[in-house]
Nanobody
């Protein structure tokens, strides 16, 4: 199983980025997919999750209304559209998957760095 995250970079506060997660072996539509992030000196935290078949999404309160998680089941991809980024959003963002509960994912990607400058 491979989860390949991409799309990170440096952006000014208020800007946008779109993260992508290319998934191989497991089928996105059959799993609970999610994005997590880990800021310097902090623990990894859940950011957003999606159950593609049911189109059910969930978000941490701090990103609600600004971030959108989505999936392309045909391409086996998961995305995280991040708008109105804030400096506290600076972190390594990870794509993750689990068969039953994305809050405790079994599979992790390698992470992509997002840096938001003030």
């Amino acid at each position: 199983v491979q989860l390949q995250a991409s799309g990170g970079g440096l952006v000014q506060a208020g800007g946008s980025l779109r993260l992508s997660c290319a998934v191989s072996v497991l089928t996105v539509s059959a799993y609970h997919m999610g994005w997590f992030r880990q800021a310097p000196g902090k623990e990894r935290e859940f950011v957003a999750g999606i159950r593609p078949l049911l189109r059910i999404t969930s978000y941490v309160d701090s990103v609600k209304g600004r971030f959108t998680i989505s999936s392309d089941n045909a391409k086996n991809m998961v995305y995280l559209q991040m708008n109105s980024l804030k400096p506290e959003g600076t972190a390594v963002y990870y794509c993750a998957a689990d068969s039953t509960n994305v809050a405790t994912p079994h599979y992790w990607g390698q992470g992509t760095q997002v840096t938001v400058s003030s």
